[in-house]
């Protein structure tokens, strides 16, 4: 009886392992899609990239104000064509952040 609790136990171990796997991938996807989004956000706005952590951060949050607008103009299926749709979406967002930073004062902000 011992042996089928230990195969079990294996079992449930490599399942947890697989799972925490494709997540951990899920999440560096994730963050390719936000940089190459943050990027051609910059580079669209005139500027060569904010640097990795800058394009990222340019992507995400890119990603929000692009999902809000989108929504707000009845275009909210966009993201949902998955790969392409969530960095044109991030791009949307990214040029209008990087437009509103420097128009309030930040001249360097995406470049």
């Known amino acids: 009886m011992g042996g089928l609790l230990g ?3 294996l079992i449930a171990l490599v399942v947890i392992v697989i799972n925490i796997a494709q ?4 999440i560096l996807i994730a963050v390719i899609f936000w940089a190459i989004a943050g990027w ?3 580079r669209l706005m005139g500027g060569d990239g904010a640097g990795l952590l800058g394009n990222i951060l340019i992507g995400i949050i890119g990603g929000a104000i692009g999902s809000f607008l989108l929504s707000l103009v009845g275009l909210r299926g ?3 064509l998955w790969l392409i749709g969530n960095i044109i ?15 309030l004062g930040f001249r360097n902000f995406g470049r």
């Open 7 to 9: 195969i079990l136990v």
């Open 23 to 26: 997540f951990g991938f899920g």
């Open 40 to 42: 051609l956000a910059s």
């Open 78 to 80: 966009v993201g949902d």
């Open 89 to 103: 979406v991030g791009v949307i967002g990214g040029v209008v952040l990087i437009f509103a930073a420097r128009a």
